[in-house]
């Protein structure tokens, strides 16, 4: 229901909120190839020596033209298909009322309704499916993998500043140690106020398994951090702001291609700029802006 | 002006409206260190060996949280620094009125307006950013690079649904022959309608300036199949509506966190629920949906 935008859901919605606000979010992000999948799989594994019940969403924030979720490296994860106590969904954000954004978290809502202690939420991440993940998740872990562009490009693409830990994958190759010093770096150049985190950065080889309890260990240092400084509440907080922008503005934007349609030839003739076209539907609306 | 968002931007979009709507606009997307910017400035050495007037925009999608774009890659560009004939700007889309969705094209407008014939917009690119260089250019060109992960991964962040060009950089390397037939072959795998653009895919070595010529033959073979089939007006009637959407959207944007902020108490409390406090909102604007 979730993934079609069932017209029931606001239904569903409604029935899920008393049973909710309890699960241990986990956003997992990276570049495609670094082993994002293969984390998540067994960070699972240890999850579920620890008996917990897990979640893990992976979200594909790409294909908005013809849809449909890879599959191929989900095969890993057929390891906990049979365990009951493991529940494991692709999705992706095309077509959601609110895209991303609003679904996910609503994703979230079903799982921890449904019981589950722990949620992975796991997307390829470069710009602002990372800034989501970063709002909606209580940590984000960010993949890094030696080899894969300089770590100057890694600050670009802004993960330094969503990032609560960063985890150097596939440890065992060549440049990992450059890597780890380079994100090590620029974690201490950052600047960061008085009483903020830290973030931590952790060596692994994911795909033996090696590292993984040391990156639940360091997810668990940072909850216990979020919880005494009282930052969970705030992070939840954003997250169910975010959420409820994300399922206006997706109304919104419902009523927005007939009114568009009807500027557009002035646009395209240059008799009429995009911002007085804008102006235009914004009065239609009954709204007014600083810009008209 | 287009940048800071300056109040005075509506007046200069009216002014530069007649003077637009002539400039041939190539995006360039891919994954970090594919290197985007090397073939950026090489394509700007060939297309001024033309005697052609060229802006760059290196829109940069991420670092929402501090901005600033890193322009360490940016020093190859210096090749072209002092030739006025070249115009290079690094944009960051923070805090931006509609974000990269308004401001790129803004600043397109103004490069067509001060001469420029061909407009390179590069981005780095997974998901949105890509998608939305593809609907701001007239050439989508995808640049990838062997060993930066799979075909299959390429697939996953969307690529093959925005490139009409795809080009293989860093040919000489172990692994391109392989990356040119896994594309070669998803080419042939998608669903195309009849008459519709098969994309091209290029070999290249940016950084020795060789497949440049090619690449650009291929975004001319492009161009010239988009004004056959009357693509090319309706791409950037998109691109306009596009824009427009974006500037509304923002607009609105701005009025909703003190809405907000309003039903942000019952919805962490649980007594109410993201679309219940999303209706109430819409309702507050005047505004109903199939929601309510």
């Known amino acids: 229901m979730v993934e079609s935008s069932d017209p029931a859901l606001p239904e ?3 029935a899920l909120a008393p049973h909710t ?7 997992l992000t990276g570049s495609p190839g670094v082993g994002k999948s293969t984390t ?8 579920r020596a620890q008996r917990k019940r897990v979640g893990v969403l992976a979200v594909d924030p790409s294909s908005p033209f013809t849809g449909g979720a890879i599959l191929g490296d989900r095969v890993r994860m057929q390891d906990h298909a049979t365990d009951p106590g493991v ?4 999705m992706s954000s095309r077509g959601q009322l609110g895209g991303l954004a609003a679904a996910t978290p609503q994703a979230v809502r079903v799982l921890e309704g449904a019981g589950c202690e722990v949620i992975l939420v796991e997307t390829v991440g470069v710009g602002q499916a990372e800034v989501e993940i970063a709002s909606l998740a209580d940590t984000t ?10 770590a100057i490009q890694a600050a670009k693409a802004g993960i330094l500043e969503v990032g609560d830990l960063f985890v150097v994958n596939k440890a065992d190759r060549a440049g990992a140690d450059a890597t780890y010093h380079d994100i090590q770096g620029m974690i201490g150049l950052a600047d960061r106020a008085a009483g903020q985190w830290r973030p931590k950065v952790v060596r692994a080889i994911a795909s033996r398994g090696e590292g993984i ?5 360091a997810i668990d240092q940072h909850h216990d951090w979020l919880v005494r400084h009282d930052e969970l509440r705030r992070r939840r907080e954003a997250r169910a702001a975010a959420e409820i922008e994300a399922i206006v503005l997706a109304a919104l934007r419902e009523r927005l291609p007939a009114a568009v349609a009807d500027q ?15 102006a235009a539907i ?9 810009m008209s």
């Open 12 to 14: 569903l919605a409604a």
């Open 21 to 27: 606000g309890t699960a241990q979010v986990i956003g």
């Open 40 to 47: 998540t799989t067994e960070l699972v594994r240890s999850l």
């Open 87 to 90: 529940y494991i969904r692709s």
């Open 141 to 150: 872990v960010v993949v890094l993998a030696p080899g894969l562009g300089d």
């Open 213 to 217: 309890d040391e990156i639940l260990a």
């Open 264 to 278: 557009l030839p002035a646009v395209i003739a240059g008799t009429h700029d995009p911002y007085a076209a804008a």
């Open 282 to 290: 914004l009065a239609e609306l009954g709204l007014t802006t600083h």
